[in-house]
Nanobody, 122 residues
Framework: QVQLVESGGGLVQAGGSLRLSCTTS????????MGWFRQAPGKEREFVAA??????ITDYADSARFTISRDNTKNTVYLQMNSPKPEDTAVYYC?????????????????WGQGTQVTVSS
């Protein structure tokens, strides 16, 4: 069983920056592809970014303002949010899938965190 815990959420002004972290339990973190998704009030959960087990492959819904990275020595994946906008306000979830390649599909992920709230003020 893999447990994921997100942190780093909070209130940020539009145009600022914020870094989310997701730390996982277990000794096999480096063999999991990781993803970030978000769900805004009244909307479906949607893909934000994903990264392969090695970090060599990334995928984004919006690469201009988000950067995903990982540190396998710390069992942690990060989501850097640059110049966030009020429409980025959502609960952000990290997810893990027990294969090497990233995916933008929610159904491809085996494990999910509880989410962290990000609120962007204008």
């Amino acid at each position: 069983q893999v447990q994921l815990v997100e942190s780093g959420g909070g209130l940020v002004q539009a145009g600022g920056s914020l870094r989310l972290s997701c730390t996982t339990s277990g000794r096999t973190f480096s063999s999991y592809a990781m993803g970030w998704f978000r769900q805004a009030p009244g909307k479906e959960r949607e893909f934000v970014a994903a990264i392969s087990w090695s970090g060599g492959i990334t995928d984004y819904a919006d690469s201009a303002r988000f950067t995903i990275s990982r540190d396998n020595t710390k069992n942690t994946v990060y989501l850097q949010m640059n110049s966030p906008k009020p429409e980025d306000t959502a609960v952000y979830y990290c997810a893990a899938r027990s294969v090497a390649a990233p995916s933008d599909s929610q159904s491809a992920y085996d494990y999910w965190g509880q989410g962290t709230q990000v609120t962007v003020s204008s």
